[in-house]
């Protein structure tokens, strides 16, 4: 636990406001001079520049950008990404996270847009490096967009969410797993990569997961794992309908966390980590400083 806050603590250096040239995760440096058009792909990037205050520069996002406000123009699905959509929105930058830009058939829509004469901005990966890359996500789009006082006020409301944090981890740490689910028959464990497990740790859990890709559920799977606690997607739970519903999946009423109902609903966002990371820890880490005494 110490390590994940030490990770997330250290800050990246902000740069000088104004500054423009901006060296991307892909190694391709991008020179932007107050943008105005801008292609947000990947929730946690849309929240971000409305972080920064320069929501009114978005003209475009991907499925996943509905927060704050589900109002900014989609080019589709995030795993397919129509490079040709995203050129007719004239965008003079389009920035999106490595993670977001290899998925699926994304591979080579970055090649495609530069070769259009697109600026793409590529951020590093939005599943892995905890708090401390989202700060540098932060960082860089305040280098982009010349705002460093507004980055340096998020980081320091991470470190404020932090401590609180700190102060309401449970006494003993439970053994948790992260069900997604799209339906009573179709569901997966994840294992210990990504945001969901970043998160399970920051909120002082125990990813219970014994691997680190996903495993689709079976019930000798789950009662093997036998979890104090599971926490699903808001539409995970939604889709098995409800409590009822996840106690007739495949092994979760054999579980410690069937026999104790210690079910938890998470943003639907979080397998991406982005900057309400904290928030949603803290939430979770006070239900189970209540439930594991």
């Known amino acids: 636990m110490n390590k994940t806050f030490a990770l997330a603590l250290c ?88 993670d977001n830009f290899a998925a699926g058939k994304n591979g080579t829509v970055v090649a495609q847009l530069r070769a259009a004469g697109v600026n793409v901005l590529v951020l590093p ?26 980055a340096q006020a998020l980081n320091r409301n991470f470190g404020t969410q932090l401590a609180a944090i700190r102060a309401n981890l449970p006494a003993r740490a439970p053994r948790v797993i992260f069900l997604y689910a799209h339906s009573p028959s179709d569901a997966s464990i994840y294992g210990t990569s990504g945001g969901a497990d970043t998160l399970i740790t920051m909120a002082g859990g125990k990813n219970a997961a014994p691997f680190a890709d996903t495993r689709t559920l079976t019930a000798e799977a789950l009662v093997a794992i036998n979890p104090d606690a599971i926490i699903l997607l808001e539409r995970g739970m939604q889709s098995v309908g409800g409590v009822d519903g996840l106690l007739k999946m495949p092994g979760v009423a054999q579980t410690n966390a069937g026999r104790g109902r210690r079910f938890y609903t998470v943003d639907n966002s979080v397998r991406w980590i982005g900057p309400r990371l904290p928030e949603f820890a803290l939430k979770l880490a006070r239900a189970w400083k209540a439930d594991f005494r």
């Open 11 to 98: 800050l990246s250096l902000l740069p000088a406001a104004g500054a423009a040239a901006v060296k991307g995760a892909d190694g391709v440096t991008v020179n932007v001079t107050a943008p105005k058009r801008v292609v947000a792909l990947n929730g946690t990037t849309l929240e971000l520049i409305y972080k920064l205050g320069k929501q009114k520069t978005l003209v475009g996002t991907d499925v996943t950008g509905t927060f704050p406000a589900n109002k900014i123009p989609s080019v589709g699905h995030w795993a397919q990404l129509p490079a040709e959509g995203i050129i007719s929105l004239k965008p003079d930058l389009v920035v999106g996270t490595a």
């Open 125 to 150: 990966a939005s599943d892995t490096g905890g708090l401390a890359g989202v700060t540098t996500r932060l960082n860089m789009l305040a280098q982009v967009y010349g705002t460093p006082s507004a």
